[in-house]
Structures are given as structure tokens and as C-alpha cells.
């Protein structure tokens, strides 16, 4: 369990006066409605205190004093690292709040250089995570995803071993993992991995399970309800991964290949996935975890010795589907989708992982 989640009383109060600082820059700022409703989650999931956000002063004087444990501050900072990008209108001035913050707290520039990069469209994904927590994310190194799709762009990504070991799992009894795990791909008109010209389909067959085991669909919203899961759960430092989630989903930033999204960052939900990952008894984010020998168990019976909490999951039911109600990946349409300029690398990975 992540540090912050044991945090409680003064301390609790303490930190949610310095996301508070965040959020309205000392209180040069109003506190916009979606960062309240954050502080508000990170209360209850997080911290498990009832306090009055709007009653909190909002200086982030004296904070190295005010949390001095070094794993609770950088676990902090990965919350207040999300603030800035929760609403584009004032975004510089809460990134030069965060980076005093981080001064407070002993840290080097690094950190406050990377989401200043990020606030112009600068960064990468790559340039923003943890490599090692991201490959354990992804299952692979980014060295390796990036083999992998250049394989698949010339269509030598295929496997029939792992074509026919998946197509296997459709036969075994519904409500298995691996059973699952197919109407996960059917449900998003995925190919199943081992097909040749399906980059994300062969790449990404971890993180898919991780969609699976958490319970969340491939909407915005599902995405970073995984990513915070898994940041909660995992060892190493996965927070930045979420930043750079909120950028593109909930302001919009084009930084990878990902189509971009606006207003997707739904607070009580994404915090209550970092409550669930957290409680997590089984951490299967670590390199070489072997997935297989839980593949025909039931799903429900994995949850329960992993110790996954159903309570939270936004698929509850056969009924609901991975896609979740904007349809398929390579389909969706709505007002909040942001159209931007794509290379043709990024329009083929999109198109060619779906059927």
C-alpha cells in the first residue's frame, strides 16, 4: 500500500492543504470546481477523512516540515503533479506552484522541468515516465514495444502458438479470465494477439490484462482508471504515466499516438481505481509475471486471491462492454474528441489494431 493511503489525521489535513496550494496557486486563485471535486476524492479514497476543502488554508509554506517522510512527499507531488492539467485557463501558474512545492519538499528541478516541457506540448510519454514502471505497465521495455509495431507495420508481428493459445481461451467457460479476456478483444474489435499486422493487439497483451483484472474499459476514463490502479499497486514510481494521461484526456495535449480527448478525468472515479489498486494483495506488476496458470480460473475467483475489490469496477456484468458506451476505439466520435494533425505512422498504428 502507497504511503499516502496510510496517512491520516494532521497529516491528512496537511497534505490536502498542499494539493490545495496547488490547485489555486497559494490561493491567487479560485478553487475550480473540478479541482474541489478532486481534493474531495483524494479525501475520501485516499485519506479517509472528512474535511472542509473549502475551509483549508492553501499556502504551501513550511511543507518539507509539514510532510518529511520522502516516500509520502514524492507520492504527493505525483497527486499535485496532476492538478496543473485538470483545466488549461491558468495552467502555468499551477505548474510554478507545483514546482515550489517540490522545492519545499527538497526535490531537484527534474521534476518541475518535465511538466513545465509537458504544459508546451513538449514532452513524450516516454520523456515523462519512469521507463521501468512503464515497462512493467507494458509488459515490455519501450525498446521492445518499438520493435514490436515496426514489426507490425510490415506485418511480421504475427504468432499462430499465441494466435491459437487465445483463440483457445474462447472455448473455455464464460466468466473465466481467459474466456474474458476474449470479449475484451471482441468487444473492441481488436484482433486477437498473434495476428500479423496488429501492433497494439501483439504489443500491449499485459496491459489488456490489466483492463481485465481491474475491471475497466478502454474509454478515456477506463485508461485512467488503470493507470492509477496500477500506480497504487506497483513498487516503483508510476505516477507520471497518469500526468501524461490527464493531458491528453482531460485538456487535450497530443503526446503520443493516442487520440486525444477533453473533459474525461472524473474525479471520484479515477481515485476510488488508485483506492482499489492500493488495497491490492497481490502485486502483479513486476517483471516476468506469468499470467497463464490463472487464465482458466474464474475471473471472480483470481479478484478474490488477488484481493481486487469488485466494488469500484465500472464492468460489473457479461453485459457490459469493454468498449464501454463511446463504441469501438477506431470509431468514436463525440465533441470532446480533439482532432489534431497525425503523422502516418500514428494513423496506421490507430487503424490497423482494429478489425
Known sequence: MKA?????????????????????????????????????????HLLKSEVD????????????????????????????????????ETLEQKVGAFERLADGFGFDKKFAKELHALAHKKATHLELDSLRAARLELG?????????????????????EMLARYEGYEALPEGTFGHTLIRYYRDNDFPIPGTAGAPFSNTLQIHDMHHILAGYPT????????????SAMMEEDGGKMLIAAVAEWQIGFQISADPVWKNQFKPEIILRAYERGGNATTNYLVEDFDFLPWLD??????????????????????????????????SRESEDKVEEKRGFLNKFLMKANTN
Open 4 to 44: 499516502i493511503m496510510q496517512a491520516r489525521g494532521q497529516q491528512a489535513e496537511d497534505i490536502l492543504a498542499l494539493l490545495k496550494g496547488v490547485a489555486t496557486d497559494e490561493g491567487s486563485l479560485p478553487l475550480h470546481e473540478i479541482h474541489e471535486k478532486t481534493l474531495a476524492a483524494v479525501a475520501e
Open 53 to 88: 476543502i473549502s475551509g483549508l488554508a492553501a499556502s504551501l509554506d513550511g511543507a518539507g516540515e509539514r510532510v518529511s517522510d520522502p516516500e509520502l512527499r514524492h507520492e504527493v507531488l505525483n497527486i499535485a503533479g496532476v492538478l496543473p492539467f485538470l483545466e488549461e
Open 219 to 230: 474509454t478515456p476514463v477506463g485508461e485512467m482508471c488503470v493507470l492509477a490502479f496500477d
Open 297 to 330: 480460473k474464474k475471473l471472480e475467483d483470481v479478484r478474490a486471491q488477488f484481493g481486487i475489490a469488485s466494488e469500484g469496477a465500472l464492468i460489473q456484468t457479461a453485459k457490459d462492454l469493454w468498449c464501454g458506451d463511446m463504441g469501438v476505439v477506431g
Open 140 to 160: 515490455a521495455s519501450a525498446l521492445k514495444l518499438g520493435l514490436k509495431a515496426l514489426a507490425g507495420f510490415f506485418h511480421l508481428d504475427g504468432n499462430k
